[in-house]
């Protein structure tokens, strides 16, 4: 690991009118680094997602990431284009629902490709070798690749969507509840798979989910956020097994034991 | 007989004064779609609202006007707007591309090499190039205005990954001035290589999505494609026109009987016409005889 940070938020608050999203939350994040932010469902977890992916501007704080020049870079600061080239190139966003992050019109091999058209590539022939080869470091099979997305399980969806995803080879890796709503062999399978790539690759990943055992099998640290504000912040297994806070005690002990 | 109830060429002085701003606009931005408060017309969208009104605000009275539609003089499309603008503006009418000052077109470029002082006015369906991948218009248009074109080559990656090749026979995308990739509505890829470093100005318009474009003359006009499937016009091999013997030139294939019997022309009747009054002639120069005798002729509708 670096001894500079990737990413580092600044005391971010998000309000929707009235009502806070996210309140005053700041962190670092370090290159090769996977870290979770777990709470319940409207503790703002996915404000905070957003608010760091650029997709919805935070009401006050900053978001700062340092470029492939060494650089660290206010993003709301850059102008548009430059965002979402950022975005398409040098991070990724994995969404709970593979069809807000996939086109489910075109087939998987042009999914994988279109970051890669996107950022200028222009030759066939190395634009569906990409495909093939990133098909199958996400376990689908190679003859598949001209088949549609629509023709996919759920969890080949979520697979193609990390594919299409990291092929630009990005250094960042949103993941908005990732193995949400795949049943749990599916999901083992995937995070087994995640978490390979993300040690084959030195990926930092924020990975937002209300699983703890999720967090518990990718992050190596995490955030406990409660009604917008982080209250417990430490590694991963401290917090678990650990728990200062009383609702984070609740949510651990909250786990159903088979 | 021009019908002294309308105003010269049918649309009210402002509002030929608004398209002409949109007009001057889409010319000085290569490419780029304005949008324009198109009207109501007399006639339904799809028959070239969006090329009549074009039309209409440039459209001068010493202005020799071409209407063509799918490269013919004598269709439809063709014949009712042709006498719109006899009724409405009183002009010169001709099928003659080389006489033509104005020529409105649906999906032909003519065969003609066109000059500096003629006008190409296209009517325009879908102006969106994107229309079909991306469904929003907010997300399209900040495509154009960041150039983030990628979508569009997902568009050709799919037709090689489907068929083998770029299937896309029209509409086929073009990047103007190395800036804005547009929609060269429905005209087939055949003409693509035509609008490149045209002499003639070319205006596109689209009525009912209320959108004007334009390519100047001389400017660089690059049909997309990937390097190792470089983009390529139909080509008719051991085809020629029944009626003036062309080759190399874009067909409409006629079925001539029950039987299967078929014969192609020259889908731009005058080329053809030119040609067979040069003394070319194919294999069946008397098919069409007895049903033509209006092409070829200027006349004046005053």
């Given at each position: 690991?670096?001894d500079?940070?990737?990413?580092r938020?600044?005391?971010?608050?998000?309000?929707?009118?009235?009502?806070?999203?996210?309140?005053?939350?700041?962190?670092?994040?370090?290159?090769?680094?996977?870290?979770?932010?777990?709470?319940e469902?409207?503790?703002?977890?996915t404000t905070?997602?957003?608010?760091l992916?650029?997709?919805?501007?935070?009401?006050s704080?900053?978001v700062?990431?340092?470029?492939?020049?060494?650089?660290?870079?206010?993003?709301?600061?850059?102008?548009?284009?430059?965002?979402?080239?950022?975005?398409?190139?040098d991070?990724?966003?994995?969404?709970?629902?593979?069809?807000d992050g996939?086109?489910?019109?075109?087939?998987?091999?042009?999914?994988v490709?279109?970051?890669?058209?996107?950022?200028?590539?222009?030759?066939?022939?190395?634009?569906?070798?990409?495909?093939?080869?990133?098909?199958?470091?996400v376990?689908?099979?190679?003859?598949?690749?001209?088949?549609?997305?629509?023709?996919?399980?759920?969890?080949?969806?979520?697979?193609l969507?990390?594919?299409?995803?990291?092929?630009?080879?990005?250094?960042l890796?949103f993941?908005?509840?990732?193995?949400?709503?795949?049943?749990?062999?599916?999901?083992?399978?995937?995070?087994?798979?995640?978490?390979?790539?993300?040690?084959?690759?030195?990926?930092?990943?924020?990975?937002?989910?209300?699983?703890?055992a999720?967090?518990?099998?990718?992050?190596?640290?995490?955030?406990?956020?409660?009604?917008?504000?982080?209250?417990?912040?430490?590694?991963t297994?401290?917090?678990?097994?650990?728990?200062?806070?009383?609702?984070?005690?609740?949510l651990?002990?909250?786990?159903?034991?088979? | 007989?021009?019908?002294?109830?309308?105003?010269?060429?049918?649309?009210?002085?402002?509002?030929?004064?608004?398209?002409?701003?949109?007009?001057?606009?889409?010319?000085?931005?290569?490419?780029?779609?304005?949008?324009?408060?198109?009207?109501?017309?007399?006639?339904?969208?799809?028959?070239?609202?969006?090329?009549?009104?074009?039309?209409?605000?440039?459209?001068?009275?010493?202005d020799?006007?071409?209407?063509?539609?799918?490269?013919?003089?004598?269709?439809?499309?063709?014949?009712?707007?042709?006498?719109f603008?006899?009724?409405?503006?009183?002009?010169a009418?001709t099928?003659?591309?080389?006489d033509?000052?104005?020529?409105?077109?649906?999906?032909?470029?003519?065969?003609?090499?066109?000059?500096?002082d003629?006008t190409?006015?296209y009517?325009?369906?879908?102006p969106?190039?994107?229309r079909?991948?991306?469904?929003?218009e907010?997300?399209?248009?900040?495509?154009?205005?960041?150039?983030?074109?990628?979508?569009?080559?997902?568009?050709?990656?799919?037709?090689?990954?489907?068929h083998?090749h770029?299937?896309?026979?029209y509409?086929?995308?073009v990047?103007?001035?190395?800036?804005?990739?547009?929609?060269?509505?429905?005209?087939?890829?055949?003409d693509n290589?035509?609008?490149?470093?045209?002499?003639?100005l070319?205006?596109?318009?689209?009525?009912?999505?209320?959108?004007?474009?334009?390519?100047?003359?001389?400017?660089?006009?690059?049909?997309?494609?990937?390097?190792?499937?470089?983009f390529e016009?139909?080509?008719?091999?051991?085809l020629?026109?029944?009626?003036c013997?062309a080759?190399?030139?874009y067909?409409?294939e006629?079925?001539?009987?029950?039987?299967?019997?078929?014969?192609?022309?020259c889908?731009?009747?005058?080329y053809?016409?030119?040609?067979?009054a040069?003394?070319?002639?194919g294999?069946?120069?008397?098919?069409?005889s007895?049903?033509?005798?209006?092409?070829?002729?200027?006349?004046?509708?005053?």
């Amino acid at each position: 690991m670096s001894d500079q940070p990737l990413l580092r938020a600044g005391s971010i608050s998000k309000f929707y009118g009235p009502q806070a999203g996210c309140l005053d939350v700041s962190f670092e994040l370090w290159p090769g680094e996977v870290l979770a932010i777990v709470g319940e469902s409207g503790s703002g977890k996915t404000t905070l997602l957003n608010c760091l992916s650029t997709n919805l501007a935070p009401t006050s704080g900053t978001v700062e990431y340092r470029m492939r020049d060494g650089h660290l870079r206010n993003l709301y600061d850059m102008g548009e284009a430059e965002r979402r080239f950022l975005l398409r190139t040098d991070w990724g966003f994995v969404h709970q629902n593979p069809a807000d992050g996939l086109r489910m019109g075109v087939s998987a091999g042009a999914n994988v490709g279109e970051r890669l058209m996107a950022v200028g590539e222009r030759h066939y022939g190395n634009i569906r070798g990409q495909a093939l080869d990133w098909l199958g470091r996400v376990e689908i099979a190679a003859n598949r690749v001209d088949d549609g997305p629509r023709t996919f399980s759920g969890g080949m969806r979520q697979r193609l969507q990390i594919a299409r995803n990291l092929v630009t080879s990005p250094r960042l890796v949103f993941m908005d509840e990732p193995t949400g709503g795949l049943d749990v062999s599916v999901q083992a399978r995937l995070l087994d798979l995640v978490r390979g790539l993300v040690a084959d690759l030195g990926l930092s990943v924020i990975v937002v989910t209300h699983d703890l055992a999720v967090a518990r099998l990718l992050s190596h640290r995490m955030m406990v956020m409660k009604s917008g504000r982080v209250i417990e912040t430490g590694l991963t297994d401290q917090v678990l097994d650990d728990p200062r806070e009383p609702y984070t005690q609740l949510l651990v002990s909250s786990i159903l034991q088979v | 007989m021009i019908d002294q109830h309308y105003n010269f060429a049918y649309l009210d002085e402002q509002t030929k004064r608004m398209i002409r701003r949109a007009i001057l606009k889409a010319i000085a931005i290569p490419g780029y779609q304005v949008p324009f408060a198109s009207r109501e017309m007399p006639m339904p969208y799809g028959w070239g609202t969006g090329g009549v009104q074009v039309t209409a605000a440039i459209i001068g009275a010493d202005d020799v006007l071409k209407m063509i539609d799918q490269g013919s003089d004598d269709t439809t499309n063709a014949v009712a707007l042709r006498g719109f603008f006899e009724k409405t503006a009183g002009v010169a009418t001709t099928s003659k591309t080389a006489d033509a000052t104005i020529i409105q077109t649906r999906h032909r470029i003519p065969e003609h090499e066109l000059t500096a002082d003629q006008t190409l006015v296209y009517q325009v369906p879908i102006p969106e190039p994107l229309r079909f991948l991306e469904p929003r218009e907010t997300e399209t248009r900040k495509m154009h205005a960041l150039e983030e074109y990628g979508l569009m080559h997902v568009k050709l990656y799919e037709d090689i990954a489907t068929h083998g090749h770029i299937a896309t026979t029209y509409a086929y995308p073009v990047l103007v001035y190395d800036r804005y990739v547009m929609d060269p509505s429905p005209t087939p890829k055949f003409d693509n290589p035509k609008m490149n470093n045209c002499a003639a100005l070319q205006l596109f318009g689209a009525g009912r999505e209320k959108r004007i474009y334009a390519i100047p003359p001389y400017t660089k006009v690059v049909s997309l494609d990937f390097e190792d499937h470089p983009f390529e016009v139909q080509k008719f091999e051991g085809l020629a026109c029944a009626l003036c013997g062309a080759k190399h030139v874009y067909f409409d294939e006629v079925v001539i009987d029950d039987h299967g019997g078929r014969m192609f022309t020259c889908s731009d009747s005058d080329y053809c016409e030119e040609r067979r009054a040069a003394g070319h002639v194919g294999e069946q120069p008397d098919f069409m005889s007895s049903e033509t005798g209006s092409g070829g002729k200027t006349e004046h509708a005053a």
